[in-house]
């Protein structure tokens, strides 16, 4: 797992960019995020550590998916991603850990996450405004609550959901034990 401070600068630099490459100044995406201009600079800057609800909302003011910050913009290309160069990242504020499973030159256009949540924690996405897309969820242990705009999921073991992005999400672990769960996108 890549220490928090490189993550850190490591994150600025990548959100940063996605900023410039779309031509949106601080204030744009603040106003398409809701996260403030003062909290994108400190984020940008590697002052602070940004929770996966932040990244979720930055994403979503950016029209890209959580994977494109998250993985390590200097891995190689290669079909094969073998476990222990899969980037990680743990959000400071839930202990919600995040490994980017599938290969950078991935020819398949499918992205698998695996997420890995601490009992009595919950992470919560807003609808997202730009190049939304679906996602199907597979639970590998534990249980798992998943609210999708209004509708409302328990998964368990081996259970698996269609859904997008464009509806607010929320999971959470009611549980006593991790739970786990891959993610699984279709790149555009």
């Keep these: 797992?890549?220490?928090?401070?490189?993550?850190?600068?490591?994150?600025?630099?990548?959100?940063?960019?996605?900023?410039?490459?779309?031509?949106?100044?601080?204030?744009?995406?603040?106003?398409r995020s809701?996260?403030?201009?003062?909290?994108?600079?400190?984020?940008?800057r590697a002052e602070s550590s940004a929770t996966a609800a932040l990244l979720g909302r930055l994403c979503a003011g950016l029209g890209v998916r959580l994977s494109s910050l998250i993985a390590a913009a200097d891995r190689p290309a290669?079909?094969?991603s073998r476990f222990p160069d899969q980037p990680v990242w743990r959000d400071p504020k839930t202990g919600y850990l995040r490994r980017q499973v599938s290969p950078p030159a991935a020819s398949s256009s499918l992205e698998i996450t695996e997420i890995t949540l601490p009992p009595g924690k919950k992470v919560a996405y807003r609808?997202?405004?730009?190049?939304?897309?679906?996602?199907?969820i597979l639970v590998l242990?534990?249980?798992?609550?998943?609210?999708?705009g209004d509708e409302r999921?328990?998964?368990?073991?081996?259970?698996?959901?269609d859904f997008?992005?464009?509806?607010?999400?929320?999971?959470?672990?009611?549980?006593?034990t991790f739970g786990r769960y891959l993610i699984i996108i279709r790149k555009h």
């Design 1 to 31: 797992m890549m220490s928090d401070k490189f993550f850190d600068q490591e994150l600025g630099t990548r959100l940063q960019s996605l900023r410039a490459q779309q031509g949106l100044s601080l204030g744009a995406l603040a106003d």
């Design 34 to 44: 809701g996260v403030s201009k003062t909290m994108i600079a400190r984020v940008e």
């Design 78 to 80: 290669t079909p094969l």
């Design 127 to 136: 609808a997202w405004t730009a190049n939304a897309y679906a996602q199907q």
């Design 141 to 148: 242990s534990g249980e798992l609550h998943l609210r999708t």
């Design 153 to 161: 999921f328990v998964l368990r073991k081996g259970d698996c959901l």
């Design 164 to 176: 997008d992005v464009l509806r607010p999400n929320a999971f959470e672990n009611r549980g006593k």
